[in-house]
Every structure is written in structure tokens, then in C-alpha cells.
């Protein structure tokens, strides 16, 4: 999976240079691909505000419920990508686990701001947006940009995060947070030009797509 293998190593796996600098108009199957896509993701979204809602009322978010979205996880990424409706129930249960795990941060905004919670849900929403249409309406220097942008900046990101655990200070919270944003942003027009150059090609996994989407609008919430 594209977002398992951000964690790991280069912050791009084994994305292929073609891959990422191709770029073809989006054709009528391909088109038809992407609805699919982006259904299943919309239905993951619902499905992790479900769960966030889920523990406002039986406070059930905590240490059971993320070990229970990692186990969710692997078993999706375990299961033949032919046995779609087996898969797409996993990753409803993964984005509602999701949910329930956030649930705690989410009430603590909104003991905060009643209003924070829209505000990063529609901020989230709108910068994916923008990004996934810059990667379907761009030519390739967009995603050469993202990439060569990311290549640079994630291994600063995790420099941070580990000197964090010993030494915080205001900047390091700005930049932590600005620039994860910025960086996560950038994924979401990769792994969106990356889907369609693999659709072009014939390799099509909608559930796994929608997870890396999912992963992607996830991280930009959170922010």
C-alpha cells in the first residue's frame, strides 16, 4: 500500500520516476474508475465520523481501538484484491476503527471550539480537493515538483519528530505543523497522479486506492 510504504524508508516506496512524471488524459474507463474510487472513500469518511460520534457517546476510543484499526489494516492488505466485497467491508470497519481512535482528540476540540472540528473537516475537504484537481488537470511538473519538494522535505519532518521528544519549543510546533500540511498536501496529488497512471496501465484496486485516499484525507484532518 502506498501509504505503508511512506513510512518506511524513502517517503515514496518504489514509485517509479515514469510513473510519477507520466501523464495522459484521464480516458472514459479510467473516469469511471475514479468514481468508484471516490465513492468508496466518501463511504470510509462516513464511516470514520460514525466512529468519532460513536465515542463521544461510550468513550470507547483508545489503545483497544487502535490496535484493533492496525489488525483491520493488515487483514485488508492481506486479502486477495479479487474478493472486493470482502475487502470493502474491511475498510469500513478500518475507517470507523480510525474514527473511534481520534474520537478522544475530537472531543477535546470541541471542549475547546465547537467550531474546530468543521473547520479542519471542511479545510481537509477543500485541500484535497484542490490538489486531487491539480493532479487530474496538470501536466507532469506538478507531480515533479510535489515529489522533489517531498524527497527533501520528509526526512527534515522526522528529524523533528524525533528531537521533539527531547526538546519543544514554539517554532518547532509551527513548523511540525505548517509543514506537515504542506508535505501531506503534496501526497495527495502523488498518490492521485500515481492511481491514474496505474489505471492507464491496467492495474486497478479500488479498495486499495481508497484507503491510500483515505490515509492521505486522514492526515490532513489531524493536522
Given at each position: 500500500m502506498d501509504f505503508v510504504r511512506s513510512f518506511s524508508g524513502s517517503p515514496f516506496g518504489d514509485y517509479a520516476t515514469e510513473t510519477l512524471t507520466k501523464f495522459t488524459p484521464v480516458q472514459?474507463?479510467?473516469?469511471?474508475?475514479?468514481?468508484?474510487?471516490?465513492?468508496?472513500?466518501?463511504?470510509?469518511?462516513?464511516?470514520?465520523?460514525?466512529?468519532?460520534?460513536?465515542h463521544l457517546y461510550t468513550n470507547a476510543g483508545g489503545l483497544m481501538s487502535i490496535v484493533a484499526g492496525l489488525v483491520t489494516m493488515f487483514w485488508l492488505m492481506s486479502t486477495n484484491p479479487q474478493h472486493t466485497a470482502k475487502r470493502t467491508k474491511l475498510l469500513l470497519a478500518f475507517g470507523a476503527l480510525m474514527?473511534?481512535?481520534?474520537?478522544?482528540?475530537?472531543?477535546?476540540?470541541?471542549?475547546?471550539?465547537?467550531?474546530?472540528?468543521?473547520?479542519?473537516?471542511?479545510?481537509?475537504a477543500a485541500v484535497f480537493a484542490c490538489f486531487t484537481g491539480a493532479a487530474l488537470t496538470s501536466d507532469n511538473r506538478l507531480t515533479m515538483f510535489a515529489v522533489s519538494f517531498i524527497s527533501t522535505f520528509f526526512p527534515y519532518l522526522t528529524l523533528f519528530t524525533v528531537f521533539s521528544l527531547f526538546f519543544r519549543t514554539a517554532a518547532y510546533e509551527v513548523f511540525y505543523?505548517?509543514?506537515?500540511?504542506?508535505c501531506f498536501s503534496l501526497y495527495v496529488a502523488v498518490n492521485t497522479q500515481v492511481m491514474i497512471a496505474r489505471a492507464n496501465a491496467g492495474t486497478r484496486d479500488e479498495v486499495g486506492d481508497a484507503l491510500t485516499l483515505f490515509m492521505d484525507f486522514f492526515r490532513l484532518f489531524t493536522r
Open positions: 472514459r474507463h479510467v473516469a469511471q474508475y475514479l468514481v468508484r474510487v471516490y465513492t468508496l472513500l466518501g463511504a470510509t469518511i462516513i464511516a470514520s465520523a460514525a466512529g468519532a460520534v460513536f474514527g473511534i481512535s481520534i474520537g478522544p482528540l475530537v472531543e477535546y476540540a470541541l471542549d475547546v471550539d465547537q467550531f474546530i472540528v468543521l473547520q479542519a473537516l471542511f479545510g481537509a505543523l505548517y509543514g506537515g500540511l504542506v
